[in-house]
């Protein structure tokens, strides 16, 4: 195998570059994306992303959940497309936010962690000014641009939404789990639920109007500035990204959802999720704009199951949240717009690095031209169920790749399971491989019988990597007295 070490030497051990390569212009075209126009048949369709924090693969009743009921949900993945292969850029919070928004890799936006994975309340980096993202790309079309719920992507004023092309933000700015009062600890995630155990600020665009936010009722909240948003922009396209705060542990629900659930108190804030999700769908309804509305709902990285019954389920997949594994990866993906969208069960390669390249496509933005995006195109899926471009998927954590998909083959090169120190990081003397079409769970290796797979899918990963060298952390950056 000695691709194989070249590969981890070379990827993995070396020192960190921040040499940048020059970008070879069919990477920058992205098959040509930068000069898609709309449909004519609709003039600059709306679009919200509906953005789960921590929902599992298994945590749908329309993806096999036995005992939660999402019909609102259920409702726009039979009348739109159900994704069944979609993933995620990051198997945690801010790499995967970042990658969604600018349809980049995190190792390209500065979002490949050194020593952490996401952004803390005493970090000093965040997304970087100089990336542009959907909301930006946009502004430049007319859109009214607002985001409600979790940004993750820098609290301080230089990084906060409003400067990253949101005309609005009503949220919280990081994690609901951190700010704790008495110290991060099981007891008081997976006990009672009590606001004052965690100091986390609710903001309205720059200014923090309440501390501790009342999580209780945060879904609610949000859900109804959700509705405002589209209610006084309804005459204007627009773009809402709408992630929610739920189902992040500690877990809260308003008091009318409380008991409603088989599946206990994650059913409960399930139950409330859903609610919201068909309060979005039927105003756009009501104000006749649904046809007219491409809305996506997906998830930031699997469920956290070291939370136990507080956290959610991958289904079949192998772990969870943290882990280059499925169940950290692969996520729900539920495209929706009447008329537009072909309705189907969609198998093909998708990933939320994808949405950028479709909504430019959809609303005739332009693609940003000057950097590599990693997303691609997916309206001929969507509108007319064709073959989609997408055949491989890069699996980083960290600065490292520790597993790469290619079309039904995904071979692991590293492995370590969520947070644990006892889970250790393995770096594997010889790869994994498995087929995930046939084998989802990752339970039978393949890579003895196909050896010029694995060389396949080493040579895929060292191509992408002369393109992506380790770059600085802006996760890292923090006062003088953390270092």
Not at 51 to 57: A, E, V, W
Not at 146 to 175: A, C, M, N, V
Not at 232 to 239: C, G, L, R, Y
Request: net charge negative; glycine share 8%.
């Amino acid at each position: 195998m000695r691709l194989y070490r070249l590969f981890t030497a070379s990827l993995f051990l070396a020192a960190i570059s921040c040499a940048q390569p020059k970008i070879p212009k069919e990477l920058i075209q992205n098959d040509g994306l930068s000069s898609a126009k709309a449909p004519t048949a609709i003039e600059k369709p709306n679009v919200i992303i509906i953005f789960m924090d921590d929902l599992g693969y298994g945590d749908l009743s329309s993806y096999g959940h036995p005992t939660i009921k999402t019909p609102n949900i259920d409702r726009l993945a039979s009348e739109g497309q159900k994704w069944t292969n979609f993933y995620t850029a990051s198997s945690v919070c801010s790499p995967s936010r970042g990658a969604l928004l600018t349809g980049r890799y995190p190792i390209r936006i500065g979002l490949g962690g050194i020593k952490e994975r996401v952004f803390f309340p005493k970090s000093m980096g965040g997304l970087p000014a100089s990336e542009i993202t959907i909301a930006e790309m946009l502004k430049e079309e007319g859109y009214k641009t607002g985001i409600i719920g979790k940004w993750h992507l820098g609290h301080l004023p230089e990084y906060l939404p409003t400067r990253q092309g949101f005309d609005t933000y009503y949220g919280i700015p990081y994690s609901n789990d951190m700010d704790a009062v008495k110290g991060w600890n099981l007891t008081n995630l997976l006990g009672v639920p009590d606001i004052n155990k965690w100091n986390v600020p609710l903001m309205e665009n720059e200014s923090i109007i309440e501390r501790p936010a009342d999580q209780t009722s945060i879904t609610k909240r949000y859900t109804e500035k959700a509705v405002e948003f589209i209610e006084n922009h309804q005459a204007d396209p627009f773009f809402l990204y709408f992630p929610h705060t739920m189902v992040h542990t500690p877990l809260f629900a308003y008091e009318d959802f409380l008991g409603t659930s088989e599946r206990g108190f994650f059913g409960d804030v399930m139950n409330e999720v859903d609610w919201s999700v068909g309060q979005v769908i039927s105003t756009l309804e009501r104000l006749e704009i649904d046809r007219k509305t491409l809305v996506v709902f997906t998830s930031d990285n699997g469920p956290w199951l070291m939370m136990r019954d507080h956290g959610g389920s991958p289904g079949l997949l192998r772990e969870g949240k943290g882990t280059t594994w499925e169940g950290g990866m692969r996520v729900p993906g539920i495209f929706y717009m009447p008329g537009t969208v072909t309705p189907g069960t969609i198998t093909d390669l998708g990933s939320t690095l994808d949405l950028l390249p479709t909504i430019a496509k959809l609303t005739g933005a332009q693609v940003p031209q000057d950097r590599i995006i990693d997303g691609y195109d997916l309206t001929p899926v969507l509108q007319e169920k064709r073959k989609g471009n997408r055949n491989h998927m890069i699996f980083y954590r960290k600065q490292d790749i520790y597993a790469v998909r290619k079309e039904d083959y995904k071979a692991h090169f590293i492995t370590e399971s969520s947070y644990k120190a006892d889970n250790g990081r393995q770096e594997l003397e010889a790869p994994l491989l498995y087929n995930v079409n046939h084998d989802p769970s990752e339970r039978y290796d393949h890579a003895a019988q196909m050896p010029e797979k694995i060389e396949e899918i080493i040579q895929l990963a060292i191509s992408h990597r002369n393109d992506a060298p380790n770059m600085y952390s802006e996760m890292d950056k923090y006062p003088e007295e953390k270092n």
